[in-house]
């Protein structure tokens, strides 16, 4: 297939470009750089840089490439920053989709397989998480991928041939197993990356966000599920989706772990006393998340191959000691004060 990758120069998008590539598929890669890597586009991927809001650029792509599936991860994702910045990310989030949709729209593609997450489901009154628990973001970030969840819904019900599927990811983690591929944000809020950092020393210690939940060691619960597997389930959706579908899946790994378990099991894999410290929570953290992945089990057999906490860091780590600047230069990670 002839497959639009918006967002293929992110820590996602790159690792499901170079699945696809390696599946046979023709990947276009559009991204305004603005929190991707030129250097994470796999080679063998046509690049343009190009913003979503440019709708007459998509259109001419989506044409000239015959692009038959549109494989969305392009968006702006740090929760604290949609709270501060909301219109940013209603701009690049939710009116960006609109500017892919109606792109797709003018050259007649008709499916596409877009990146939602978990944040929609908001605080969940129970876990685990099945997709028809009600869907109550709480912050921005949250509104502006339902907002494009409601949108596809209502352009594919007046759309019939149309087809896509919306998945909900759960907390993403790792790196590729073969080490091309890693994860480079700036700023780093994520646990497992921040955890590395600390590993490695360019982080004085990382910060454990709350440790007085009800749950088993007083640290939140999340569900990390691998970049890898994820993309895995991103191809398999994209092979079975048929005119006029409209699909939602939960992509995780179906059980949590602890911070303090995450913290754990980078000191054993990185061989490095972690140095951690004891904060207040963070605003907007439940206890527990993790995901019910039955659905997609049930229906396209994809289930994670790794459940291993100390797999998935394992291959984060992989990334992080061999790059320990990431795609650019040294950068002041110390900065970044969480979110
Ligand atoms: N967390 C933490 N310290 C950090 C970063 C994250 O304690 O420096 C916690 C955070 O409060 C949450 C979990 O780790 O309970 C995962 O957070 P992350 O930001 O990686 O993903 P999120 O769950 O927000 O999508």
Known sequence: MNVLVPGGAGYIGSHAVKQL???????????????????????????????????PALTALLREQAIDCVMHFAALAYVGESVTDPLGYYHNNTAGAISLLRAMDAAGVRRMVFSSTCATYGEPEQTPI???TPQRPINPYGWSKWCVERILQDYQAANRDFSFAALRYFNVAGCAADGSLGEDHEPETHLVPRVL??????????????????????TCIRDYVHVDDLCKAHIA?????????????NLGIGKGYSVQEVIDAA?????????????????????????????????LGWQARWTDIDTIVATAWNWFRNHPHGYRQPRNIKSAAGR
């Open 197 to 218: 950092l600390a590993a490695l020393g360019q982080l004085e210690k990382v910060t454990v966000f709350g440790a007085d939940y009800a749950t088993p060691d007083g």
């Open 267 to 299: 000191g054993r894999v990185t061989g490095a006393a972690i140095p951690v410290g004891y904060g207040p929570r963070r605003p907007g953290d439940p206890a527990v998340l993790f995901a019910d992945a039955a659905k997609i089990r049930r229906e």
């Open 237 to 249: 959706v994209m092979d079975a989706l048929r005119p006029g579908e409209a699909r939602f899946y």
């Open 130 to 132: 099945v997709e028809t």
């Open 21 to 55: 590539i390696e599946a046979g598929h023709r990947v276009v890669v559009v991204d305004n750089l603005c929190r991707g890597h030129g250097q994470a586009v796999h080679p063998k991927a046509a690049f343009h840089e190009v913003d979503l809001a440019d709708t």
